[in-house]
């Protein structure tokens, strides 16, 4: 004795649970917001001579952050035309340990005296948009945010008591160093 069963699919519980998750997605992407970092890259590529010229002339700077503060290290590049002069603030920025700005005393990053150091650079310097942000492991996110910050904007204070904003390097670019 054979029975044949001729049973349909109901598909329209299916097709309720699609049609209400096609559109809770549709209103949730509205809300969804993303945040960005504006950075750049290193230029890599053929350039024209002119553009490798312009360059060339200014200083190579690294923010290192470090567990224990931050380490600016700066160097010369090469520039077709006779070097700067350096002030003697500036040179302790040029050697190769760099200049330590340590935490300040509550055990937190300084980035009020990170930003007086790279401003001190930025005058003499006035060209230079670009600083590279060197973050070891272990340093939190939001430590490379505020450096990026620090890095990018001062705030000054005139002699009329109002405060004014002043770029420093508008560049900042995040890097690694593997060993």
């Known amino acids: 004795m054979t029975s044949e069963h001729d049973e349909e699919l109901n598909l329209v519980p ?3 649970i699609f049609l ?3 559109t809770f997605l549709l209103v949730s992407t509205v809300f969804v917001q993303i945040g960005t970092i504006d950075t750049s890259l290193p230029l ?3 350039e024209d001579k002119d ?3 312009e360059l060339k002339q200014g200083i190579a700077l690294t923010v290192t952050i470090v567990p224990h503060g931050f380490i ?3 160097k010369l590049k090469d520039t077709p035309l006779a070097a700067p002069t350096i002030n003697d603030s500036l040179k302790n920025y040029l050697s190769v340990k760099g200049e330590l700005i340590p935490k300040g005393m509550n055990g937190q990053y300084d980035f009020e005296e990170l930003s007086k150091a790279l401003l001190s650079i930025k005058k003499q310097f006035p060209d230079e948009d670009t600083v590279f942000i060197i973050p070891e492991s272990e340093i939190l996110y939001d430590n ?3 450096t990026m910050d620090a890095a990018r904007l001062t705030t000054l204070i005139s002699e009329d008591g109002m405060r004014k904003q002043t770029k420093l390097f508008e ?3 995040i890097a ?3 060993d």
Do not use: S
């Open 72 to 74: 600016i290290k700066g």
């Open 144 to 146: 490379i945010i505020k």
């Open 14 to 16: 299916v097709m309720d």
């Open 20 to 22: 209400l998750l096609i």
């Open 51 to 53: 553009k490798v010229a």
């Open 176 to 178: 690694t160093v593997t």
């Open 171 to 173: 560049n900042a670019v």
């Open 44 to 46: 890599i590529g053929n």
